[in-house]
């Protein structure tokens, strides 16, 4: 146990991942979290694939987190009639209102209001960038003439992005509210918004959310927008994860800013102390290949340098021929680099005096201590998760291990950084449970004899309030 990685995977769910004995694979190899993708869900196979997920958690004893990803606004262009390439100079036009099939002069564009935010001059991006086209005119109502400046092939259903336009669509759409009452009511244990702009988009789904459940689910701000990243700061305040969603953010804004953009928003989530994943294309080669690219390996290792709490993975394991393999290769690059001492991670201690000040300042000052007395582990009894995830951000040398009898939280936690947790609900006295938490880790071989621990709890015990004790003990 003790050799696990701590940065954790998330792979996404699809065709590939269908079978039960590959999801089992999976977990086995170290996956921590399923995304369930609904820009492409069928909500039968969702709940199937997630009580298969359940049903082996209790079989292998290893909780796996399910994150499900709400679409957001994604333009797209509607089903094309046959194959049509375009090349530079073809005039084509894009079209509101009724759906139909598209051809080489006319494609059929899901955005109503795109014709009245499109202006003349701006470019309109088709397919991850690959295709680009310019607007040359709007009628303001249903069509936009736009002229071909890179050409290829024009297929159907692929995403539009207008890295210029101004959009006027809601964050949350009325298909991404259904999808959040429906993973609401299936438990979840996160939930990502794609495209948020502003911290008005979070706000909203907490709405959906509060209206829905009678729980806290965190929510995960995906980062794709020029605008995101101007209001990050105002984003961080409303969210409990941010997602450095690249492929939206590569073609959104310049691909050679993004480097620089993901180094800043890994930075800015430790500062707030929630987590972090970098996604999209990080195994890409191996969706069809068994190998990665020595790119594709460094990419990772430098998410993990950089900070990351964990590292996505989407075509590569929803339509890869490779699911398995690709988290054992993922498993061992993490394994490989997170433990070097080049990894650097904002230090600085809390200073903000909140109503959680006390906890802040106990978990800080935990992890500072853990390091200056290689403790071997730090326990920590939580009813909230609070404590894991203020932990898991001042990245300590020292196993984390969380013990909590909220079933709720119990898979939830498994997206932060070194974090194992525990279900756990005998409450006597404080020294009893100590010694008992102890044991455990002692038991699941985190510790040996003569290792020091460090134990955070709540006294009195039995209250579950915030934490407000830091004690060292010694495994004898």
Request: hydrophobic share 40%; aromatic share 6%.
């Amino acid at each position: 146990m003790p050799n696990q990685k701590r940065t954790k995977i998330v792979a996404t769910l699809g065709p590939a991942t269908s079978k039960r004995e590959t999801l089992k694979q999976m977990i086995l190899e170290g996956v921590d979290v399923f995304r369930v993708n609904f820009s492409h869900a069928n909500y039968e196979t969702v709940k199937e694939n997630i009580a298969t997920i359940r049903e082996l958690g209790k079989e292998t004893g290893i909780t796996t987190a399910i994150l499900a990803d709400l679409q957001g606004p994604k333009l797209r262009v509607g089903v094309m009639k046959e194959e049509v390439v375009v090349e530079p100079g073809d005039i084509i036009s894009f079209c509101t209102g009724k759906e139909f099939e598209g051809t080489a002069e006319k494609v059929y564009m899901n955005y109503d209001s795109f014709p009245k935010d499109v202006k003349k001059g701006e470019n309109i991006l088709l397919d991850d960038g690959k295709l680009m086209f310019r607007v040359l005119e709007t009628n303001g109502k249903d069509t936009v003439k736009a002229e071909v400046i890179q050409g290829g092939p024009l297929r159907s259903k692929k995403g539009v992005n207008l890295p210029n336009t101004n959009i006027s669509l809601p964050a949350l759409t009325q298909k991404d509210k259904e999808d959040a009452i429906f993973a609401i009511s299936l438990e979840v244990d996160w939930i990502a918004l794609s495209f948020v702009r502003h911290a008005e988009d979070l706000q909203e789904l907490r709405k959906v959310i509060e209206a829905n459940c009678k729980y806290k689910i965190p929510i995960i701000a995906k980062i794709e927008k020029p605008e995101a990243v101007a209001n990050i700061e105002k984003i961080v305040a409303y969210c409990d994860g941010l997602m450095v969603a690249r492929g939206d953010l590569g073609v959104e804004v310049p691909a050679e800013e993004v480097p620089l953009i993901q180094k800043e928003l890994v930075r800015t989530a430790k500062r707030a102390r929630i987590p972090v994943i970098i996604a999209t294309q990080m195994m890409e080669t191996m969706i069809s290949s068994l190998t990665p690219t020595r790119a594709e390996v460094n990419d990772v290792a430098n998410s993990v340098m950089d900070g990351a709490d964990a590292v996505m993975l989407s075509g590569e394991t929803s339509v890869g021929k490779y699911p398995v393999q690709v988290i054992q290769k993922m498993s061992k690059i993490l394994r490989n680099v997170e433990n070097s001492p080049l990894i650097r991670v904002p230090q600085e201690p809390p200073h903000i005096r909140t109503n959680r000040y006390i906890t802040k300042s106990i978990c800080y000052h935990a992890a500072i201590m853990a390091n200056e007395i290689e403790a071997k582990a730090i326990c920590t009894l939580t009813n909230s998760g609070y404590t894991a995830f203020q932990i898991s951000a001042w990245r300590p040398a020292a196993h984390i291990l969380v013990f909590t009898s909220n079933y709720r939280i119990l898979s939830r936690l498994n997206l932060l950084w070194g974090v194992t947790a525990f279900f756990y609900d005998k409450y006597v006295s404080t020294d009893e449970t100590v010694e008992d938490v102890n044991r455990i880790a002692y038991d699941r071989g985190f510790v040996t004899k003569e290792d020091y621990l460090i134990n955070l709890a709540a006294m009195p015990i039995v209250d579950k309030g915030m934490v407000n004790t830091l004690r060292v003990s010694q495994v004898k």
